[in-house]
């Protein structure tokens, strides 16, 4: 057997003992940021410092997956006694990424392709303990339909709400909900950056006590 543990959408995860450790977020995003801390624990950021430039022929949801794990195992490398979550999420249309654009110019340039289809948000999230050998990675893809957005539109939203550090370039969680017309996912902070659901999920296989 590997001193690794990997599990990828696998439930439910071994039983473990709570533990005591340093909870790290590997990610600089203030959106992350913001939705671990609604689980009420201390927790620092730290900035992976990962390559995230796509390999080529990379699907979408492998290149989510591989970066996810990428900034988990780079931080924890570093601190090998922490429990540390990292994600990445990248829009999927038709199979072809979309990163953050940005700028406003490669903004527009997104949501004019987009409007009126079906993205997929790839998001993955990775949790990793050099320690005590815990590592799983997973995803939460959310279904998002766009509506046919005018050029219009695309202008008068861009200029308010400036979603240039988004993937995918709309804000979901602001006055980019207005550019949907329907979202499917099994968990609603999945699409903001973070799936808190799965989090809770693999920080408990992780050792990490949660209320």
Do not use: W
């Not at 009420?40 to 699907?59: I, Q, R, S, Y």
């Not at 766009?146 to 979901?172: K, M, N, T, V």
């Amino acid at each position: 057997m590997s001193d690794t543990e990997t599990t990828e959408s696998t439930l439910p995860f071994p039983h473990r003992p709570p533990l005591h450790r340093l909870l790290i977020l590997g990610s600089t995003s203030r959106y992350r940021r913001e939705l671990l801390e609604r689980l009420g624990l201390p927790f620092e950021v730290v900035a992976p410092g990962v390559d995230e430039t796509p390999l080529p022929a990379e699907t979408p949801r492998d290149l989510a997956l591989r970066l996810a794990l990428a900034k988990a195992r780079a931080v924890a490398r570093a601190h090998p006694q922490a429990v540390v979550i990292g994600s990445d999420q990248v829009a999927d249309l038709a199979g072809q990424p979309l990163g953050k654009p940005g700028n406003h110019e490669r903004a527009v340039e997104q949501l004019r392709r987009m409007r009126g289809q079906t993205v997929v948000f790839q998001t993955a999230l990775a949790v990793v303990c050099e320690a005590s050998g815990f590592e799983s990675v997973d995803l939460a893809p959310v279904r998002v339909v766009f509506r046919d957005l005018s050029d219009a539109e695309i202008e008068r939203y861009l200029r308010i709400e400036q979603p240039y550090d988004c993937a995918g370039s709309a804000r979901s969680e602001g006055l980019g909900i207005a550019l949907l017309d329907r979202i499917d996912s099994d968990d609603p902070t999945a699409l903001i950056g973070l799936p808190l659901i799965r989090t809770c999920q693999m920080l408990r296989a992780a050792g990490v006590e949660l209320p």
